[in-house]
């Protein structure tokens, strides 16, 4: 069975400062993998994804993310936090073919100036 | 081009009654399927539907079932509901060519069960 497991339930940065979420899976198939942003009271909005080809993706409002097979991982950086970055995100995973996501259980994001 | 949409977005049901909830996808998207969000077990999978038939289910009791009618705008019910049913029910859709495909999600609906 495919699973996401997101190191540190919150991370807190200042402003400016360099953003790391981490996220490492674990899926018997060549997986995709998705990270989404959730700002309070909203649903899911997709911030990147990868499926096959290049292993660094980007993605909208500066974040980008880098497969590593060997290391199981896909974390997501931003090189400088801004205030609006303050939310909840998710890493997941699917298996080829099927639309069905396995969230990981999700990573806080605070920015203080 | 309108998101995924869903309604109603705040509810509020008494124990053992039941609720529906309503899901339009995307223009064109045929698979829709549904997650259920609480702060004890995060995001889980309820099912996916695609031309009107569930592909997918997740480790959900016979409580929550759910449709798709022949123009993909989906429901899901949950019966006899229970405290633990409170959550945000998050409906989400696709064109369903492949995993590769990118899944949108709606606002949610937000159940609360008292």
């Known amino acids: 069975a495919q699973s996401v497991t997101q190191l540190g339930s919150h991370v807190s940065v200042s402003e400016g400062a360099l953003v790391l979420l981490r996220c490492n899976y674990s899926?018997?198939?060549?997986?995709?993998l998705f990270w989404y942003v959730q700002y309070p009271n909203q649903g899911l909005q997709l911030l990147l994804k990868?499926?096959?080809?290049?292993?660094l993706v980007k993605g909208i409002n500066g974040f980008e993310a880098e497969f590593k097979k060997s290391e199981t991982s896909f974390h997501l950086t931003k090189p400088s936090a801004h205030m609006s970055d303050a939310a909840e995100y998710f890493c997941?995973?699917?298996?080829?073919?099927?639309?069905?996501?396995?969230f990981g259980t999700g990573t806080r994001l605070l920015v203080s100036p | 081009k309108a998101g995924v949409t869903q309604t109603p977005r705040y509810l509020i049901k008494t124990r053992g009654q039941q609720v529906t909830l309503s899901c339009s996808p995307i223009?064109?998207?045929?698979?829709v399927s549904w997650y259920q969000q609480t702060p004890g077990q995060g995001l889980q999978f309820l099912f996916e539907?695609?031309?009107?038939?569930?592909?997918n289910k997740g480790n959900f009791p016979g409580r929550f079932s759910g449709r798709q009618f022949s123009n993909s705008r989906s429901e899901m019910n949950v019966s006899t509901l229970e405290l633990g049913d409170s959550a945000l029910y998050l409906c989400?859709?696709?064109?369903?060519?492949?995993?590769?495909?990118?899944?949108?999600f709606g606002e949610g609906s937000w159940l609360t069960v008292v």
């Open positions: 989400a859709s696709s064109l369903a060519t492949g995993g590769r495909d990118t899944i949108y």
């Open positions: 899926s018997s198939v060549p997986p995709y």
């Open positions: 990868y499926t096959t080809g290049a292993t």
């Open positions: 997941a995973v699917s298996d080829q073919g099927f639309q069905k996501l396995v």
């Open positions: 223009s064109g998207h045929r698979s």
């Open positions: 539907y695609f031309s009107e038939t569930q592909r």
